[in-house]
């Protein structure tokens, strides 16, 4: 493997990191950890910077490009400038730090919802895709004629935060009624203990799922039909030839993207059928791969120190 180039995709999620290393004719390399719940930006800036030095020394090879797939909304100077899920890191300069971390090549940071769609469109060969991915939040992406949408100048898909209930549940956002807020898999979670009068571990909803238990049932439900609301909106505007579900949460319990069509179709007007509904062809891994895309296409541009633009594709090229 020495002297192979490697193309680097990093997916931050709000409970852990991925990061897949590719080059030509070798085995990618893949790694993930989990953040410290209660840690600060700066502790999770020491654990991303352990984790990436961890990859360089694996692969002897140089980095040409990085992708980085990101939910956090990022300000035209490459801060933070909002992530629920990480609060801490509000003001983050996240453009030097990632410089830091990966000196010598090109850096570049996408939505992870977009890039997830990016990803599930080529996987399937489709060039119409409305993606869903449920985790810690609710990712989306859209890609109409093999493009994003609405494209990477004019903002990301943002799917979990569409209104579904005008004074629904408080989402982290700071407003009601989102999908996000009844969908997400901390949300299910919450709706699970709450009717099981106890607390839920994810492990224990899916095992109560499997079983067919009531409360991990009733909260299921109540989440694929509060997610089918949100898509079936979507579609009225764009669409899809098809709707991907992803994302860690719905992986692990079987039959989920089958009840959000199920619902999708109940809600459905007359002569509009829902479009049809596909488990993700990469599983969790989505947006990981996208961001590997992103760094392949990243390492063509030619340049200086590009702009950052909040919630869409940038690039960094950092000193060589």
């Known amino acids: ?104 090549g090109t850096v570049s940071v996408a939505d992870d919802g977009d890039l997830a769609a990016l990803a599930e469109a080529r996987a399937a060969d489709l060039a119409d895709v409305l993606y869903v991915g449920v985790g810690t939040g609710i990712g989306g992406g859209s890609v109409l004629g093999g493009e994003l949408c609405p494209g990477p100048t004019r903002g990301s898909f943002e799917l979990g935060h569409l209104v579904i209930e005008r004074f629904g549940a408080p989402c982290d956002c700071g407003r009601r009624g989102c999908v996000q807020a009844r969908a997400s898999g901390p949300a299910v979670l919450r709706r699970a203990a709450e009717l099981r009068d106890a607390p839920v571990t994810y492990a224990e909803l899916c095992e109560g799922w499997r079983q067919r238990v009531s409360w991990a049932v009733v909260a299921v439900d109540e989440g694929c039909a509060a997610l089918a609301t949100a898509v079936v909106s979507a579609t009225e505007l764009l669409h899809p030839a098809a709707v991907v579900v992803g994302g860690g949460f719905a992986a692990g319990l079987s039959g989920f993207t089958a009840l959000v069509a199920r619902h999708a179709g109940q809600l459905s007007r007359p002569g509009h059928p829902a479009p049809v509904h596909r488990e993700a062809l990469l599983g969790g891994l989505s947006s990981l791969h996208g961001a590997v895309q992103l760094a392949r296409g990243a390492a063509t541009v030619a340049g200086g120190i590009g702009q950052w633009a909040a919630d869409s594709p940038a690039v960094v090229r950092t000193a060589r």
């Open 1 to 104: 493997m020495s002297g192979v180039t490697g193309f680097l995709g990093i997916d931050i999620g709000g409970t852990k990191v991925a990061a897949r290393v590719e080059g030509a004719d070798t085995e990618p390399h893949l790694t993930t950890f989990r953040w410290t719940p209660a840690a600060d930006a700066h502790e999770d800036m020491a654990a991303l910077a352990e984790c990436l030095a961890g990859v360089r020394r694996r692969w002897p090879g140089p980095i040409a490009a990085a992708g980085v797939a990101l939910p956090a909304t990022l300000g035209p100077d490459g801060r933070v400038t909002a992530w629920p899920n990480r609060p801490s890191w509000a003001g983050l300069d996240l453009a030097a730090e990632l410089r830091r971390m990966l000196p010598g």
